[in-house]
Structures are given as structure tokens and as C-alpha cells.
């Protein structure tokens, strides 16, 4: 015989015969006789033939099959009770199959067909035969007998049969039970199972069957007993099987249903056990690790931590232990190292905290995993768990930072630092009347009792020492000043508050920290050259009142009123908004005699490094501190509304201004001069200084700088050039942008001609915006960091440079000078970032605008 495929067919079979569905059947290898081509193979959903289907191999050619389902029981009845099968073709014909089907005992079973046609469009569509049992008057107890499947006829099927079926036809003849096959499965979530049983022959007396689950914590049964009488004897009842729920990970677990021996004074039924069918309650517990969302996605090098929490999904039978380890131990260390679940406290959820690790490297954020597992338990389908957590551990979000209670900035400069125009709004520049900023409703930032000026009576000659006012105590910051004449609105509150925005809601998160209180004074003074505010003063001053002492008064006020108050103190910086009386005055003035050590300042640039020096020196040497005192710098661009004639021995070209270079150099030489933003953007209110709205949002530039600082640890770097190369007559520019990508913006800043840029060829070494100015074809933003620029030839000759936002020539004046500074006049340009942040005031955009510079031409930042 050659070896060929037959089907054994597992199922449980009843005392009398019944079973539950087994389900689909199981191959194995075993023999034929010769010529059998037929075999039962196992069926997917629905009765299909799988498509691989006694496929032994990928070369064996299609081997034409008959596909005969298991049955769906293992008998008929003498009742009527009925089995089904159904039959598939395995591949498929060039024509029509014919299948004839045949009882071996007709007296027992009969079919609903004797036979099945297929054909090119059928042939895999399995056909359902139904075989119902016959009755007969003679007691010859459970009969047996098959179907045959075949032989088949046509298509290259001709003579392929299936193993027959094998059945039995159970008697009804002889007292006993009919246990019908289990309908349905219990389940854990309260799912039921049912099936049915009567009696075979009609009893002379009641006959009792006790009913009852042989494992009540896998399922109960409706009913505790069935009875049945001499009239409804025939009548099938039926019995329900409800699955209870448990907590463990046990599996599907199939017990018997016990129906006992029946109790009757019919002796034919007296003591006679029904079989007891088999129930399968599925479950609905899965081991595993069941893991809470974490608190975050982040730790950081400051300790942020990030913690989850953790339970089993089932209740174990042995304890679980549960190791778990950080991928990364020096960026997120873990705690505890395990945890141990036991069947009693499975489901209590048990807390891992994850700390972020510091180190000593700016390496960004850095992705690790909380690995938990594999687990060990003696509950086998506990052993081996594992599940993780994914997580970043961000670089020290506060390098350096140490927290203090007051946070104090110092505020100088001429009439823009005193606000002399921050009292209104014109109204031809299309914003609503200005409302001074009231004390912030849950920020708790200062400023003196006297207010944000100590000093009143305050001209372009100085400050009367006798309107000094000494700071009694502290009150939260408001603009508007009641202690003055008139009411001004300062960088002061707007500066505060978004500091303490940015600190609460970007830079705090999982460091412990929650406040940071801001005070601010102001010591500016109108009008004031550097000469006059630095250490020191000028001859011509008001004696008794400097500006620089006043500020120095400002912070012996602070540390006092502080201490008595039990809060730590630290100054954090100095504001400086200044430039346009040296503008006025710089050939009278520069080069100007060093305040100490001999020799002269070389420019502006220098000055703003020696007084941030001084600032710094004098500071330290009160407070004990050890932080750095930066000078936060204002690019000054309120000089385009100048009167000055050529005449004049201070007269400087009208259409551009050393100063905002000067300012920038500073920034680039010196690590703690900070060039904050440039002022074109901002509005003004009388062309030279910024109105309420422009104080507003530059405090909120200055926040920004200062949060960069102190915060974490950097020194800002505004919308500036880092590099600037020509080929030919394309000129490539790259910037440092805060926020990417760089925007050529005409909307919020008119476009003063090439966006704001010249290239410029010639002129004095040194003297600024000194040449010829060279025709430019295009100016590109050509990607996020890069500007290109077109000329309309290749330049040549010495003394090549670039210049931004420098300079105007207003049309019709002679000579040509800019008008008023401001996003629509005077000297602009229209390069900025793509800042999201808003303003407080009327959600206006808060880009990093680029700031004015001049520069050589090749140039590269050292």
C-alpha cells in the first residue's frame, strides 16, 4: 500500500453515544487501502479546505481530494436526531465532479441528498450533507453504520472517494437517556452553555435526574435536577451552564457536567446514570504586567523624575517578582530595583520612579528604557514577563542654576529706560488707548514701595539727591507709577511676568522648583550719554544722585529689605536701553577715557563691556554672590530722527549709526554683554521713543534673553549672522535663528528696499556704512538658516561688507535722513524667526528679529 493521509477524528463520546462538537480534525500519516485517494482534512472558518491543504510539498502537483468535514456528532437518533457533515473539492476540476453519497444501513439513517455536483465555480464552497436517524419498533440497543463519500465521477476526479463516516444510530427502543451535544461555551464573563436531555422511552413513573457542575468555580448549572413524567418523557430539556469568573490565568478548563443516576419507581430507569457531557469555560485572565501611563515622557539631569505604576492582570498562586533595570543608568536610575506581587495583593498597584541622572556633558536629551522582567514565579504562566517603558532624560533644563527667593534686575539707560513715551499710544498707529499692566493676578514679583523709580525729580541734569526715597518694604509690580507726576509704562512688569511664565511652565516642570519671584527698580536717566552713566558719572551732573549710585543704593535696599524678610537675594542683571545720545554726540565723545587703568575706550562697544564690568564687580562685592551680573542690551534704532546738520562737529552720516553695530560687536566680543533684540519692530510714539505696546513686548524680549541665562546656563543668541561667503556675485549668509526657519516677513515690518540689506564696496576702514552701495538683483531665503543674496554684478575693490537694518534715506529731504524708527519708517528690516510665542498684548507674535550688523566680507563668528 502506498503511504497516503487518513484522519482520526478525537472526540468525547457519551455512555450512550453523545459527545460535544470536538471541533476541526487532526491530520496524521497513515495508510489506505490502494486507490483510496480520498481523506478528511482539517477545515478553516466557515468549512473552507485551507488553502495548503495535503499539500505535502511546494513541487508535489495538485493531488485531486475530496475535503469531508468532522461531524458534527457522533450519532443519530431513533427520535430523529440528526449529524452534518459537509464536502469540499481540493482542487480544482476542469468540469463537473459528481459525489455520490450512501448509507451502509439504510434502516437506521437516512440522507437529505446522495449527491453533491461541483464545478469550476463550486468547487471550493463546501456543501452540507445532513444524516437523520430512523426509527424502528425493535429494541436492538445503538446501531452503527457509515456514509460513504464517493467514488466521484468527472473532471479527473473519476473514481477519488473520502474514508466513510462512521456513526451510530442510538435506539429508542430500549429505556435510557438522549444527552444532547453542547451548544455554545461558558465563559469567565458569564457566557453560557447549553444542551438538552429527555428520555429514550416512555417511563411508567417519574424518572429524577440530580443535576450538577463538577467544578462550581468554573461553572454552575441552572437547574439542580431535571423530571421527567410519563408525558413529557419525549420532550428534550435543557440544562444552562454559566461560566464563573475567577481572577487566575487557569486556562479553558473543561469539566463534566454530572447528571446522577436517576431515581424511579419505573425499574427500567431506577439507578440508570445519563452521560455526562463535557463543558469548556474560556478564560478571561491573562498573565501579564499591567503598566499605568506614566506621569511623563521625560526625566531630566536635575532629578526630574517620571513615575508608573504597576499590578499583575491576574491574581498569581505563587508570589511574582518583578526585577526591573534602567538601559541607560546613567541617564534614569530606578526604584526600587523589584517589586513582589503575591496572590493577595496582585492587583494593588506598586509605584517605580524613575530619576533623571545628571552628567557633566551638553548631550541633549537622550532616549532610554525602563525594562521590567523577566519575571520568576512557580505560576508558570507568570515566569518570563516583561514589559518597558520608553523615556527621554533631557540635558540639565537649569545648568548651574541656583534657586534664590528675589531675583533682582537693575534697569539703566536713558529716556527709553524711564519710559518718557511710554505714557499713550498715537493712534495712527492702529492700536486700541493703552491700559497700564496692574499687579499680576498669581505671579508674585516685586518692586519697591516707592515704585519702579527710587528717584524723582529726575531732568536731563541729573537727579536731586533730595528726592531720593528710601524703600521701606516691598509691593507686587504694576505699571503706571502712582509716585511719579505722570504714569508710565516700563519694560518692568511685562519683563517679571514672563519670566515667570517661562519659569513655571518650561523651565520648572519635575525640578521641585515653582516660583520665581522677579523684583525690578529703575535708575535710568533722560538724556544721559555713557559717559554720564557709568561708575562714576560726569562733571556736569546734579551731585548727591548719580545713576550708577542710585543703583547701587537699589540693591543695599534689596538685600535689607530681603533679609528682613528671611528671603534669599541675588541680582541676576542689568538692562540697558541706550545709544542715542552717544549717537548724537560721537564726535565729541569717542574715544573716550577708560573709567580706570589709562588709556581710551576705542567705541561704544567697549563701553558696554566696562560698565557691565563695573556693574558686575561692584554687585559681587555686595551680595557675596558668586552668579554673573550680564548686561541685557537694547539695539538702539531710535537715532533716525535726528536733527543734526552736517555742521555740526557731532555730526555722523544721517542714514545710519555706529552705535547698533557697535552694539553688536559688543555682543560678539564679550561673553557678558548680551545683545537682546533689535527695536525697529516695536512701536513708537513720538520717532525716539517706543510707546506703551513697544515697552510691553521689549520686556518680553528681554525675558526671553534672560531666561536663556539664567535658566540654562547660555548665553542668548539673537536672529544674527554667523557666517557670510561670496562666489562670484552670490553672497551666502548664514544665521544663528532661535527658532527655524528664517522668514523674509513684510507684513508686521514694511520692506525698506532688499529687505533691508546692502552690500557695500570702498570707503573708510572702520567708518561705517561708508562706500558704494552695489545693485542687488534678489535677496532669498534659500533654507532655514541661510540667506542668499544676488548682486546685479560681481563686486570688486577693497573693503568689502555686508550690511542689515542700518540704514534709510528718507526721499524728498536734503540731506536724506530716515524719519521715524518703527516697523512702517526709518531703518528696518524685514528678516526675523519663527518664534510661536505671543504677546500679552493683543497675542502680537514675539519673532527674534534679525539685529542691524555690518561685517567684512568673507566673514566667520570665531
Same mark, same amino acid.
Given at each position: 500500500?502506498?503511504?497516503?493521509?487518513?484522519?482520526?477524528?478525537?472526540?468525547?463520546?457519551?455512555?450512550?453515544?453523545?459527545?460535544?462538537?470536538?471541533?476541526?480534525?487532526?491530520?496524521?500519516?497513515?495508510?489506505?487501502?490502494?486507490?483510496?485517494?480520498?481523506?478528511?482534512?482539517?477545515?478553516?472558518?466557515?468549512? =473552507?479546505?485551507?488553502?495548503?491543504?495535503?499539500?505535502?510539498?511546494?513541487?508535489?502537483?495538485?493531488?485531486?481530494?475530496?475535503?469531508?468535514?468532522?461531524?458534527?456528532?457522533?450519532?443519530?437518533?431513533?427520535?430523529?436526531?440528526?449529524?452534518?457533515?459537509?464536502?469540499?473539492?481540493?482542487?480544482?476540476?476542469?468540469?463537473?465532479?459528481?459525489?455520490?453519497?450512501?448509507?451502509?444501513?439504510?434502516?437506521?439513517?437516512?440522507?437529505?441528498?446522495?449527491?453533491?455536483?461541483?464545478?469550476?465555480?463550486?468547487?471550493?464552497?463546501?456543501?452540507?450533507?445532513?444524516?437523520?436517524?430512523?426509527?424502528?419498533?425493535?429494541?436492538?440497543?445503538?446501531?452503527?453504520?457509515?456514509?460513504?463519500? &464517493?467514488?466521484?465521477?468527472?473532471?479527473?476526479?473519476?473514481?477519488?472517494?473520502?474514508?466513510?463516516?462512521?456513526?451510530?444510530?442510538?435506539?429508542?427502543?430500549?429505556?435510557?437517556?438522549?444527552?444532547?451535544?453542547?451548544?455554545?461555551?461558558?465563559?469567565?464573563?458569564?457566557?453560557?452553555?447549553?444542551?438538552?436531555?429527555?428520555?429514550?422511552?416512555?417511563?411508567?413513573?417519574?424518572?429524577?435526574?440530580?443535576?450538577?457542575?463538577?467544578?462550581?468555580?468554573?461553572?454552575?448549572?441552572?437547574?439542580?435536577?431535571?423530571?421527567?413524567?410519563?408525558?413529557?418523557?419525549?420532550?428534550?430539556?435543557?440544562?444552562?451552564?454559566?461560566?464563573?469568573?475567577?481572577?487566575?490565568?487557569?486556562?479553558?478548563?473543561?469539566?463534566?457536567?454530572?447528571?446522577?443516576?436517576?431515581?424511579?419507581?419505573?425499574?427500567?430507569?431506577?439507578?440508570?446514570?445519563?452521560?455526562?457531557?463535557?463543558?469548556?469555560?474560556?478564560?478571561?485572565?491573562?498573565?501579564?504586567?499591567?503598566?499605568?501611563?506614566?506621569?511623563?515622557?521625560?526625566?531630566?539631569? =536635575?532629578?526630574?523624575?517620571?513615575?508608573?505604576?504597576?499590578?499583575?492582570?491576574?491574581?498569581?498562586?505563587?508570589?511574582?517578582?518583578?526585577?526591573?533595570?534602567?538601559?541607560?543608568?546613567?541617564?534614569?536610575?530606578?526604584?526600587?530595583?523589584?517589586?513582589?506581587?503575591?496572590?493577595?495583593?496582585?492587583?494593588?498597584?506598586?509605584?517605580?520612579?524613575?530619576?533623571?541622572?545628571?552628567?557633566?556633558?551638553?548631550?541633549?536629551?537622550?532616549?532610554?528604557?525602563?525594562?521590567?522582567?523577566?519575571?520568576?514565579?512557580?505560576?508558570?504562566?507568570?515566569?518570563?514577563?516583561?514589559?518597558?517603558?520608553?523615556?527621554?532624560?533631557?540635558?540639565?533644563?537649569?545648568?548651574?542654576?541656583?534657586?534664590?527667593?528675589?531675583?533682582?534686575?537693575? #534697569?539703566?539707560?536713558?529716556?527709553?529706560?524711564?519710559?518718557?513715551?511710554?505714557?499713550?499710544?498715537?493712534?495712527? !498707529?492702529?492700536?486700541?488707548?493703552?491700559?497700564?499692566?496692574?499687579?499680576?493676578?498669581?505671579?508674585?514679583?516685586?518692586?519697591?514701595?516707592?515704585?519702579?523709580?527710587?528717584?524723582?525729580?529726575?531732568?536731563?541734569?541729573?537727579?536731586?539727591?533730595?528726592?531720593?526715597?528710601?524703600?521701606?518694604? +516691598?509691593?507686587?509690580?504694576?505699571?503706571?507709577?502712582?509716585?511719579?507726576?505722570?504714569?508710565?509704562?516700563?519694560?518692568?512688569?511685562?519683563?517679571?511676568?514672563?519670566?515667570?511664565?517661562?519659569?513655571?511652565?518650561?523651565?520648572?516642570?519635575?525640578?521641585?522648583?515653582?516660583?520665581?519671584?522677579?523684583?525690578?527698580?529703575?535708575?535710568?536717566?533722560?538724556?544721559?550719554?555713557?559717559? #554720564?552713566?557709568?561708575?562714576?558719572?560726569?562733571?556736569?551732573?546734579?551731585?548727591?544722585?548719580?545713576?550708577?549710585?542710585?543703583?547701587?543704593?537699589?540693591?543695599?535696599?534689596?538685600?535689607?529689605?530681603?533679609?528682613?524678610?528671611?528671603?534669599?537675594?541675588?541680582?541676576?542683571?542689568?538692562?540697558? @536701553?541706550?545709544?542715542?545720545?552717544?549717537?548724537?554726540?560721537?564726535?565729541?565723545?569717542?574715544?573716550?577715557?577708560?573709567?580706570?587703568?589709562? &588709556? $581710551?575706550?576705542?567705541?561704544?562697544?567697549?563701553?558696554?563691556?566696562?560698565?557691565?564690568?563695573?556693574?558686575?564687580?561692584?554687585?559681587?562685592?555686595?551680595?557675596? !554672590?558668586?552668579?554673573?551680573?550680564?548686561?541685557?542690551?537694547?539695539?538702539?534704532?531710535?537715532?533716525?530722527?535726528?536733527?543734526?546738520?552736517?555742521?555740526?562737529?557731532?555730526?555722523?552720516?544721517?542714514?545710519?549709526?555706529?552705535?547698533?553695530?557697535?552694539? +553688536?560687536?559688543?555682543?560678539?566680543?564679550?561673553?557678558?554683554?548680551?545683545?537682546?533684540?533689535?527695536?525697529? @519692530?516695536?512701536?513708537?510714539?513720538? #520717532?525716539?521713543?517706543?510707546?506703551?505696546?513697544?515697552?510691553? =513686548?521689549?520686556?518680553?524680549?528681554?525675558?526671553?534673553?534672560?531666561?536663556?541665562?539664567?535658566?540654562?546656563?547660555?548665553?542668548? !543668541?539673537?536672529?544674527?549672522?554667523?557666517?557670510?561667503?561670496?562666489?562670484? $556675485?552670490?553672497?551666502?549668509?548664514?544665521?544663528?535663528?532661535?527658532?527655524?526657519?528664517?522668514?523674509?516677513?513684510?507684513?508686521?515690518?514694511?520692506?525698506?528696499?532688499?529687505?533691508?540689506?546692502?552690500?557695500?564696496?570702498?570707503?573708510?576702514?572702520?567708518?561705517?556704512?561708508?562706500?558704494?552701495?552695489?545693485?542687488?538683483?534678489?535677496?532669498?531665503?534659500?533654507?532655514?538658516?541661510?540667506?542668499?543674496?544676488?548682486?546685479?554684478?560681481?563686486?570688486?575693490?577693497? $573693503?568689502?561688507?555686508?550690511?542689515?537694518?542700518? %540704514? %534709510?534715506?528718507?526721499?524728498?529731504?536734503?540731506?536724506?535722513?530716515?524719519?521715524?524708527? &518703527?516697523?512702517?519708517? &526709518?531703518?528696518?528690516? $524685514?528678516? =526675523?524667526?519663527?518664534?510661536?510665542?505671543?504677546?500679552?498684548?493683543?497675542?502680537?507674535?514675539?519673532?527674534?528679529?534679525?539685529?542691524?550688523?555690518?561685517?567684512?566680507?568673507?566673514?566667520?563668528?570665531?
Amino acid at each position: 500500500m502506498k503511504p497516503s493521509r487518513a484522519l482520526f477524528l478525537v472526540f468525547l463520546v457519551s455512555a450512550c453515544g453523545m459527545s460535544i462538537d470536538p471541533g476541526p480534525a487532526e491530520e496524521i500519516d497513515a495508510g489506505s487501502d490502494a486507490g483510496d485517494g480520498g481523506v478528511i482534512v482539517p477545515t478553516n472558518d466557515g468549512g =473552507r479546505p485551507p488553502a495548503d491543504a495535503n499539500v505535502p510539498d511546494s513541487v508535489a502537483p495538485p493531488v485531486a481530494k475530496l475535503v469531508v468535514s468532522a461531524p458534527s456528532g457522533p450519532a443519530t437518533n431513533e427520535a430523529g436526531g440528526t449529524v452534518t457533515f459537509t464536502v469540499a473539492l481540493a482542487t480544482e476540476p476542469t468540469g463537473t465532479v459528481k459525489v455520490p453519497l450512501a448509507v451502509s444501513r439504510p434502516t437506521e439513517a437516512k440522507l437529505d441528498t446522495t449527491e453533491l455536483s461541483f464545478d469550476k465555480a463550486t468547487w471550493n464552497v463546501p456543501k452540507t450533507v445532513t444524516v437523520t436517524g430512523l426509527d424502528d419498533s425493535v429494541a436492538d440497543g445503538d446501531q452503527a453504520y457509515t456514509v460513504s463519500v &464517493g467514488p466521484a465521477s468527472g473532471a479527473g476526479y473519476d473514481g477519488v472517494s473520502a474514508s466513510p463516516i462512521s456513526l451510530k444510530n442510538e435506539d429508542d427502543d430500549t429505556p435510557g437517556f438522549f444527552v444532547g451535544n453542547v451548544s455554545g461555551m461558558a465563559t469567565e464573563a458569564g457566557g453560557t452553555a447549553t444542551f438538552t436531555v429527555r428520555l429514550r422511552t416512555q417511563p411508567t413513573a417519574d424518572v429524577t435526574i440530580p443535576v450538577v457542575s463538577s467544578d462550581l468555580t468554573e461553572g454552575t448549572t441552572d437547574v439542580t435536577q431535571l423530571v421527567f413524567t410519563t408525558a413529557n418523557w419525549a420532550t428534550p430539556q435543557t440544562v444552562t451552564v454559566t461560566g464563573v469568573d475567577d481572577a487566575y490565568d487557569d486556562g479553558n478548563v473543561t469539566y463534566p457536567v454530572t447528571l446522577g443516576a436517576a431515581t424511579s419507581s419505573d425499574a427500567s430507569y431506577q439507578g440508570k446514570s445519563p452521560a455526562s457531557p463535557m463543558v469548556t469555560t474560556t478564560d478571561d485572565d491573562t498573565a501579564a504586567l499591567v503598566l499605568s501611563p506614566p506621569s511623563g515622557t521625560k526625566t531630566n539631569e =536635575r532629578g526630574g523624575a517620571v513615575t508608573f505604576d504597576v499590578t499583575l492582570a491576574a491574581r498569581p498562586t505563587a508570589n511574582v517578582v518583578v526585577p526591573i533595570v534602567s538601559s541607560d543608568t546613567t541617564e534614569g536610575a530606578v526604584s526600587p530595583a523589584q517589586l513582589t506581587f503575591t496572590t493577595n495583593d496582585w492587583s494593588t498597584p506598586q509605584t517605580v520612579t524613575v530619576t533623571g541622572q545628571p552628567d557633566a556633558l551638553r548631550d541633549g536629551a537622550i532616549a532610554y528604557t525602563v525594562r521590567l522582567g523577566p519575571t520568576t514565579s512557580v505560576d508558570t504562566p507568570f515566569a518570563a514577563l516583561t514589559a518597558q517603558v520608553a523615556l527621554t532624560n533631557d540635558d540639565d533644563p537649569l545648568p548651574g542654576y541656583v534657586d534664590y527667593s528675589i531675583n533682582h534686575i537693575l #534697569c539703566s539707560g536713558q529716556s527709553n529706560s524711564t519710559a518718557n513715551g511710554g505714557t499713550r499710544n498715537d493712534l495712527n !498707529q492702529g492700536a486700541p488707548q493703552f491700559q497700564f499692566t496692574a499687579p499680576h493676578p498669581t505671579h508674585t514679583n516685586l518692586t519697591f514701595d516707592t515704585g519702579v523709580f527710587v528717584s524723582q525729580g529726575c531732568s536731563g541734569g541729573g537727579c536731586n539727591a533730595s528726592t531720593v526715597r528710601t524703600p521701606a518694604s +516691598f509691593m507686587p509690580i504694576r505699571e503706571g507709577d502712582p509716585f511719579l507726576g505722570y504714569g508710565v509704562e516700563t519694560i518692568s512688569s511685562a519683563m517679571a511676568n514672563r519670566i515667570s511664565d517661562l519659569a513655571i511652565g518650561t523651565y520648572f516642570p519635575g525640578t521641585g522648583f515653582t516660583k520665581h519671584d522677579v523684583l525690578v527698580s529703575q535708575h535710568g536717566r533722560s538724556g544721559f550719554n555713557y559717559a #554720564c552713566l557709568r561708575k562714576g558719572g560726569c562733571g556736569w551732573q546734579i551731585e548727591g544722585n548719580p545713576s550708577y549710585s542710585d543703583g547701587m543704593r537699589q540693591v543695599d535696599s534689596g538685600m535689607a529689605l530681603a533679609a528682613a524678610a528671611g528671603r534669599s537675594y541675588v541680582v541676576r542683571g542689568v538692562t540697558f @536701553m541706550h545709544g542715542e545720545d552717544d549717537h548724537y554726540n560721537y564726535g565729541d565723545l569717542w574715544p573716550w577715557p577708560k573709567r580706570a587703568g589709562g &588709556g $581710551n575706550l576705542a567705541n561704544y562697544g567697549e563701553a558696554l563691556n566696562e560698565l557691565q564690568t563695573d556693574y558686575e564687580t561692584d554687585i559681587k562685592a555686595k551680595t557675596g !554672590q558668586a552668579e554673573s551680573v550680564p548686561l541685557f542690551v537694547i539695539q538702539m534704532q531710535g537715532w533716525t530722527n535726528t536733527n543734526v546738520a552736517t555742521s555740526d562737529p557731532d555730526y555722523v552720516p544721517p542714514t545710519s549709526s555706529p552705535i547698533p553695530i557697535q552694539q +553688536f560687536q559688543a555682543h560678539k566680543a564679550y561673553p557678558k554683554v548680551v545683545l537682546v533684540a533689535p527695536g525697529y @519692530m516695536l512701536l513708537f510714539n513720538d #520717532c525716539l521713543h517706543f510707546n506703551g505696546f513697544g515697552q510691553r =513686548r521689549l520686556g518680553e524680549y528681554i525675558a526671553k534673553a534672560y531666561s536663556k541665562w539664567v535658566f540654562e546656563g547660555q548665553k542668548w !543668541q539673537p536672529t544674527s549672522p554667523t557666517q557670510v561667503t561670496r562666489a562670484g $556675485n552670490v553672497v551666502t549668509v548664514k544665521f544663528h535663528v532661535p527658532v527655524p526657519p528664517l522668514v523674509l516677513d513684510t507684513a508686521n515690518v514694511s520692506n525698506p528696499g532688499n529687505f533691508g540689506f546692502r552690500y557695500l564696496v570702498g570707503g573708510t576702514a572702520g567708518k561705517v556704512a561708508s562706500g558704494t552701495a552695489q545693485a542687488i538683483s534678489s535677496v532669498q531665503v534659500t533654507a532655514p538658516d541661510t540667506v542668499t543674496i544676488t548682486l546685479a554684478a560681481t563686486p570688486t575693490g577693497a $573693503n568689502q561688507r555686508l550690511e542689515y537694518a542700518n %540704514y %534709510y534715506a528718507q526721499a524728498g529731504l536734503t540731506p536724506p535722513r530716515p524719519g521715524c524708527p &518703527g516697523p512702517t519708517q &526709518g531703518v528696518r528690516g $524685514n528678516l =526675523r524667526d519663527s518664534d510661536p510665542a505671543t504677546s500679552v498684548t493683543g497675542g502680537l507674535p514675539l519673532y527674534n528679529w534679525g539685529v542691524s550688523f555690518e561685517l567684512p566680507v568673507p566673514y566667520q563668528d570665531p
